[in-house]
T-cell receptor, first 113, second 118 residues
């Protein structure tokens, strides 16, 4: 069958390659999703977000894709650089004010020169 | 962008003592702050939601008497780990959310506090 993008705990790429990081979220009612980057010993850093009424959003070198049918989120990083090496987390939240983010399992991206 | 600070960045304490961690939003008002805990190589786990001027809401399994949260102003929330034990050693991260009614208000994360209990 077709792969919908299995979550991998680690991803190793060469500098200049494109990276794709996958995430499966848990709640079909979630309507807002965010990708964070976390470097060792630091707090999460916002990368890009997407609302449930969209299926794609592009930023600078990054693209987020949302597939609500299978509750899947992906982050694409173009021309990956060594500085992109970090742990990447997806997070989801419900459409209510004050609702906290629920984080998915992280993916450690390692970029070699 | 908005900045959230945490103090201290690292703390080492003896078992049985209490430790206070501060979370401040430096250039915006945060009606809601969140506290997370992160163990090595794991994801962030929400501990509690803190709203200014009211009691914090704790997640299931988080002892409110052990992890005291005070959100006394729109720019400051504190987490006090009381009678800390080695199993409380972790990376504690806060986030602050700008005022507003929409869930899409951005959350800004602090740099985290590494707690080591001996």
């Amino acid at each position: 069958g077709e792969s919908v993008g299995l979550h991998l705990p680690t991803l190793s790429v060469q500098e200049g390659d494109n990276s794709i990081i996958n995430c499966a979220y848990s709640n079909s009612a979630s309507d807002y999703f965010i990708w964070y980057k976390q470097e060792s010993g630091k707090g999460p850093q916002f990368i890009i977000d997407i609302r449930s009424n969209m299926d794609k959003r592009q930023g600078q070198r990054v693209t987020v894709l949302l597939n609500k049918t299978v509750k899947h989120l992906s982050l694409q990083i173009a021309a990956t650089q060594p500085g992109d090496s970090a742990v990447y987390f997806c997070a989801e939240t419900l459409g209510q004010a004050g609702t906290a983010l629920i984080f998915g399992k992280g993916t450690t991206l390692s970029v070699s020169s | 962008g908005a900045v959230v600070s945490q103090h201290p960045s690292r703390v080492i304490c003896k078992s049985g003592t209490s430790v206070k961690i501060e979370c401040r939003s430096l250039d915006f008002q945060a009606t809601t702050m969140f506290w997370y805990r992160q163990f090595p190589k794991q994801s962030l786990m929400l501990m509690a939601t803190s709203n200014e001027g009211s009691k914090a809401t704790y997640e299931q399994g988080v002892e409110k008497d052990k992890f005291l949260i005070n959100h006394a102003s729109l720019t400051l929330s504190t987490l006090t780990v009381t009678s800390a034990h080695p199993e409380d050693s972790s990376f504690y991260i806060c986030s602050a959310r700008t005022s507003g009614r929409q869930s899409t208000d951005t959350q800004y994360f602090g740099p985290g506090t590494r707690l080591t209990v001996l």
